[in-house]
């Protein structure tokens, strides 16, 4: 079946500039978690949602960063004035509920210049 | 908070040889343990999984047992493969309460195997 995809897989963008980053589950799949890796901080934890409502933000690191999730089902990260700190992959990972596996998708690789 | 610590690399091994990645965590309860893999130009994988103590999880060869008594979930195989060389990413998901199941990650071994 179909796993988690992410879009766009590559970006390239100019400091100050916003971008959304998409993620489609696992059909079904009702918890979805953003994670960022980066070269200098690993792989980090961002947002959890659960349905359309995210009862935990913890990760986001700072006011420019935004997500939301429609449906149940479809999940956008949102970046306003990128800085060259946001330079990473970002991961999207969906389970069918939170003590399940997380299956990850592919990855957006974000570079802003 | 919760946190893991995993033995840095490089790791550069024969083929054949054996392979540990030390993975030592700090949580509290009882966290569900995880290694997951990240091939070349690939996704991350789940590799195998540990969620109470004493347990085993074991796939492809590879094995890590959780102990709590240490803290740690090791990965061993015994003999290695070109086609093993990846990232390995040790992984805990907390207990419960404020968790939500997210995954904390420690920083990555690269293995490379040569043939």
């Known amino acids: 079946g179909a796993g988690v995809s992410q879009s766009p897989s590559n970006k390239v963008t100019e400091k100050g500039k916003d971008v959304e980053l998409r993620c489609d589950p696992i059909?079904?799949?009702?918890?979805l978690y953003w994670y960022r890796q980066s070269l200098g901080q690993g792989l980090e934890f961002l947002i959890y949602f659960q349905g359309n409502s995210a009862p935990d933000k913890s990760g986001l690191p700072s006011d420019r960063f935004s997500a939301e999730r429609t449906g149940g089902s479809v999940s956008t990260l949102t970046i306003q004035r990128t800085q060259q700190e946001d330079s990473a992959v970002y991961l999207c990972?969906?389970?069918?509920?939170?003590?399940?596996?997380?299956?990850f998708g592919p990855g957006t690789r974000l570079l802003v210049l | 908070g919760d946190s893991v610590t995993q033995m840095e690399g490089p790791v550069t091994l024969s083929e054949e040889a054996c392979l540990t990645i030390n993975c030592t965590y700090t949580a509290t309860g009882y966290p569900s343990l995880f290694w997951y893999v990240q091939y070349p130009g690939e996704g991350l994988q789940l590799l195998l999984k540990a969620t109470k103590a004493d347990d085993k999880g074991s796939n492809k060869g590879f094995e890590a047992t959780y102990r709590k008594e240490t803290t740690s979930f090791h990965l061993e195989k015994g003999s290695v493969q070109v086609s093993d060389s990846a990232v390995y990413f040790c992984?805990?998901?907390?207990?419960?309460?404020?968790?939500?199941?997210?995954?904390?990650f420690g920083q990555g071994t690269i293995l490379t195997v040569h043939p």
């Open positions: 990972a969906s389970n069918q509920g939170f003590q399940e596996t997380q299956y």
């Open positions: 059909s079904g799949h009702t918890a």
């Open positions: 992984a805990l998901r907390g207990a419960g309460g404020t968790s939500y199941g997210k995954l904390t």
